[in-house]
């Protein structure tokens, strides 16, 4: 009996070795993790992106579900950038180059008016959305309210964008002749009309240039967005908390700060959120490209 129990355990462990990359396959697919880096009211300042672009491609050699996203307020700051012929082209030039996927407008975007922003927003490589901003006359008409990222590990992220309005004029901060035409409505009356996404979706992000105290304020509200990525206020948050169930971060102004999100997904099932500030003056190692680029339009 010793004889026959020793035999059959030498067979169920040859058994045991020869299913184990099959077991090892299977939980290595089992959770994915997702990376978002973000940046927000960059206002034209351009020095930093070098060293964003080394963080940001290591990571996308590590990770292929990486993925780079903008706030907003892009321009305004900077003469090099505000005074290009045309304006704000070689901001463009360098967004392309990184490779942005994704951005939401914010007030200061509508700056140099309609037609060098559609201009902008053609020949640039990634999305742009804005969800409360009505186009009746299709003054922009690449921008949409929604968009989706499909990971390369098949998890569906949703996003939809807003922008800050006043509420003395009703449009966002800038000159009224840059928005004439366009019409936009309440940004919390938007978030909540765009709940529909958490059924299409594993995890729903809204893109906002609204604030940080309107973006708690939507999360109070709106306990089904799983994370909102913010601009607007400039507020550098170091370590983002979750208000009713919602992660909000945000990440300063000019490019001073990268943010980075993970977000980790088991059977496209969202199980953990976590999120810090990468202070870019403390990043050693440059894009050799990107650096080019900034000193030629320096």
Request: with cysteine.
């Amino acid at each position: 009996m010793k004889r026959l129990d020793r035999y059959s355990f030498s067979a169920l462990l040859a058994v045991c070795m020869l299913l184990m990359p099959v077991f090892s396959a299977y939980i290595g697919a089992k959770t994915v993790t997702v990376t978002l880096f973000h940046v927000n009211d960059v206002h034209a300042n351009i020095d930093h992106f070098a060293r964003i672009a080394h963080v940001v491609n290591t990571a996308r050699k590590r990770n292929p579900d990486t993925y780079l996203l903008n706030m907003g307020d892009n321009f305004s700051g900077n003469p090099i950038v505000d005074q290009a012929e045309p304006r704000g082209e070689p901001l463009r030039i360098i967004f392309n180059k990184l490779g942005f996927d994704l951005m939401v407008l914010g007030n200061h975007d509508f700056d140099y008016g309609r037609e060098l922003l559609k201009r902008c927003l053609r020949k640039s490589t990634f999305k742009t959305i804005l969800a409360n901003v009505e186009d009746p006359d299709k003054l922009l008409p690449l921008v949409s309210a929604t968009a989706e990222i499909k990971t390369k590990s098949g998890v569906s992220i949703g996003f939809f964008g807003l922008v800050q309005i006043e509420p003395d004029t009703g449009i966002p901060s800038t000159h009224p002749k840059n928005v004439r035409g366009l019409r936009f409505s309440n940004e919390f009356e938007t978030a909540a009309a765009f709940s529909h996404l958490k059924k299409k979706h594993d995890a729903v992000i809204l893109m906002s240039h609204m604030g940080i105290e309107k973006d708690i304020q939507v999360a109070e509200k709106n306990g089904w967005i799983d994370l909102i990525i913010g601009g607007h206020s400039h507020t550098i948050v170091t370590e983002p908390k979750p208000t009713n169930g919602v992660l909000i971060t945000q990440a300063g102004d000019t490019g001073r700060y990268l943010g980075r999100i993970d977000l980790v997904f088991e059977k496209n099932r969202l199980i953990k959120r976590s999120g810090k500030l990468i202070d870019i003056s403390k990043v050693r190692r440059e894009d050799p490209e990107v650096r080019r680029l900034i000193d030629h339009y320096n």
